[in-house]
């Protein structure tokens, strides 16, 4: 079935570092790939998407190339800032042949950032 | 648009008690699903419905645990009886397409003592 792996958290960075937090996939076919962020409290929401190979999402100063060749999404931003504190998921959606549609998730990787 | 509201945000009841969480998805939406988040196991997927019919319910941990959409504005999670391994957060989010976005809601919070 599909799966999504994530590198562990949590990750902790000094303001204005840069990030990158890992995502790989497993999937048949040509799965959309996204990345959600979570803030303490709230629900999940969408931070950026990529619905085919070679596709650059981008949000927020965040970016994630969709590698068909490498089967990952990794997620990128150049200075990060106290604010972009939260729980990062990669996940995927995509249609089975037998018509099922899959939206699966990563186990999520959590960012502190200090001042 | 409201967005997805659920409700309530806390719950908090004793082992045995019948939990109901309430989810009303964004109108327009097809598709609605039933998420569990937890430290360990991370985001599950329960369950989900397309046009009110549930498709995939094998995430749903065991006969305890059932879901309804009579309608198109209207889910619902039911637990009975709970237990205290039930104690997570559920997240309910609905989609308009297959393979686009999912707009969460905020959650519920259980706890089961």
């Known amino acids: 079935g599909n799966s999504v792996t994530q590198m562990e958290g949590p990750v902790t960075l000094s303001e204005e570092a840069f990030l990158t937090i890992n995502c790989t996939y497993t999937?048949?076919?040509?799965?959309?790939l996204f990345w959600y962020v979570q803030y303490p409290g709230e629900g999940l929401q969408l931070l950026l998407k990529a619905t085919k190979a070679d596709d650059k999402g981008s949000n927020k100063g965040f970016e994630a190339t969709y590698r068909k060749e490498t089967t990952s999404f990794h997620l990128e931003k150049g200075s990060v800032q106290v604010s972009d504190s939260a729980v990062y998921f990669c996940?995927?959606?995509?249609?089975?042949?037998?018509?099922?549609?899959?939206?699966?998730f990563g186990k999520g990787t959590k960012l502190s950032v200090i001042p | 648009d409201a967005g997805v509201i659920q409700s309530p945000r806390h719950e908090v009841t004793e082992m045995g008690q019948e939990v109901t969480l309430r989810c009303k998805p964004i109108?327009?939406?097809?598709?609605l699903f039933w998420y569990r988040q937890t430290m360990m196991r991370g985001l599950e997927l329960l369950i989900y419905f397309n046009n009110n019919v549930p498709i995939d319910d094998s995430g749903m941990p065991e006969d305890r645990f059932s879901a309804k959409m009579p309608n198109a504005s209207f889910s619902t999670l039911k637990i009975q009886p709970s237990e205290p391994r039930d104690s997570a957060v559920y997240f309910c989010?609905?989609?308009?397409?297959?393979?686009?976005?999912?707009?969460f809601g905020q959650g519920t919070r259980l706890t089961v003592v």
């Open positions: 989010a609905s989609s308009r397409l297959r393979n686009t976005e999912a707009f």
């Open positions: 109108s327009g939406h097809d598709y």
């Open positions: 999937a048949t076919g040509y799965p959309s």
């Open positions: 996940a995927l959606t995509r249609i089975s042949g037998a018509g099922s549609y899959q939206l699966t």
